[in-house]
C-alpha cells in the first residue's frame, strides 16, 4: 500500500506541482487549499506525512503542527513545513515540525528529503 501525503498549499500552482512529484514517487496525495479541508481529510484517514505552507487563507501552518504535535494521535506523523519567507528559524522556534523547506525548492531535494520520512 503507497504511503499517504496531505500537501497543504494555497497556491494552486505549488500544490500542483507537489503533487505530480509525489504521485509520480508512488505516493497516495490529498492536496488541500486550506485549513479547513485539511482537518476534513484528517477526518478520514490518517496520513504518514503532513506537507504543509506557513500561510494559508484560513489560518496557518504553525498553529496545524501545533495541533497535531499535542495530539497523541497524530504527534509522530512527520511535518515538512514550507515557506516563501526566509523566516524559518522564527518556525522552529514555534512549531515541532521535523523539516523545513524553503519556497523555491530544488524538487529532487524536496523528493529526497520526503523519502527519507517515509522509509520504514
Do not use: H
Amino acid at each position: 500500500m503507497n504511503k499517504c501525503i496531505y500537501v497543504v498549499e494555497d497556491n494552486p500552482n505549488i500544490r500542483e506541482i507537489i503533487e505530480f512529484l509525489l504521485v509520480e514517487e508512488f505516493y497516495e496525495v490529498k492536496a488541500c487549499q486550506n485549513s479547513k479541508a485539511f482537518w476534513r481529510e484528517m477526518n478520514v484517514q490518517l496520513p504518514d506525512m503532513v506537507i504543509l505552507d506557513i500561510v494559508l487563507p484560513d489560518g496557518n501552518g504553525i498553529d496545524i503542527c501545533t495541533a497535531l504535535k499535542e495530539n497523541v494521535k497524530t504527534r509522530r506523523i512527520p511535518v515538512m513545513m514550507m515557506s516563501a519567507n526566509n523566516y524559518l528559524n522564527t518556525v522552529k522556534a514555534k512549531c515541532a515540525a521535523e523539516d523545513f523547506i524553503n519556497k523555491p525548492f530544488d524538487l529532487n531535494d524536496f523528493a529526497q528529503r520526503v523519502a527519507q520520512f517515509l522509509a520504514n
